[in-house]
């Protein structure tokens, strides 16, 4: 894949987008905000790189919240979390002024993040976040990014302990809600695919204290 400068890619800066990050830093933790930005670069970088058209608002706002359905002020006990997800984001556009087709796209894409496949033609914006949340939670197709750019995004978006929330989230809705998308993943060894990437490895946080000291900035 060819080499984008992470600054290159298109960050939207519409008052949209801007409300949909204030969204998401309020409700996330730090590891599932920094996943869902990461989530958008991946995608961008990819979409980017191949020459694929995509809407760069409908995709960031998309990535930021296609896993709030996991956190507890909007998980739903009926649903799983990808179609909460796609309820809640079809509100915030409404407030956004959004016409009716494109809540429905944000929906649609945020759903589809957790299909097996979603095809470029069909849906441009779903096939990348799909893909990008692939690279981002079991690591298929990270490679395929330059390692320079890749430890760039890490640096800028550590994952700090993504893997062990992500992972007791997706238990969790799989024990509450078996015939979930969550539940088939977990069932499918989840477990055993995200502890063999390599990049749960590069959590970007700082390194503990020795024992005995103080970590810095406390006294």
């Known amino acids: 894949m060819a080499p984008t400068p992470l ?3 298109p960050f939207p800066r519409s008052a ?4 949909a990050l204030e969204v998401a830093t309020a409700y996330h933790s730090p590891a599932l905000l920094n996943h869902s930005l990461r989530a958008y670069v991946w995608a961008a970088a990819r979409g980017t790189a191949e020459g694929i058209a995509f809407d760069p608002e409908l995709l960031y706002v998309a990535a930021l919240f296609h896993d709030l359905g996991l956190v507890p002020a909007f998980d739903s006990h009926t649903v799983a979390f990808e179609e909460a997800g796609g309820h809640l984001a079809r509100v915030f556009a409404a407030g956004a002024g959004w016409p009716a087709e494109r809540r429905t796209r ?8 957790m299909w097996p496949r979603v095809e470029v033609s ?3 914006e779903g096939h990348l976040l799909s893909r990008a949340t692939a690279t981002e939670i079991v690591g298929k197709g990270a490679d395929e990014h330059p390692p320079a750019f890749r430890a760039e995004v890490l640096a800028r978006y550590p994952r ?3 893997t062990a929330q992500f992972l007791a989230c ?3 809705q799989a024990a509450r809600k078996p ?3 969550a539940a088939r993943a977990v069932g499918a060894g989840l477990a055993q695919k995200m502890a063999a990437d390599p ?3 590069d959590t970007g946080a700082p390194p503990p204290p020795a024992p005995g000291r103080a970590p810095a900035g406390h006294g």
Do not use: E
């Not at 944000?106 to 993040?113: E, G, K, Q």
């Open 7 to 9: 600054d290159a890619l």
């Open 16 to 19: 949209t987008a801007a409300a």
């Open 106 to 113: 944000l929906s649609d894409v945020i759903v589809r993040h």
């Open 122 to 124: 069909d849906d441009p």
């Open 160 to 162: 700090l302990d993504l």
């Open 170 to 172: 997706f238990q969790d």
């Open 179 to 181: 015939d979930s998308s």
């Open 199 to 201: 990049q749960a490895a």
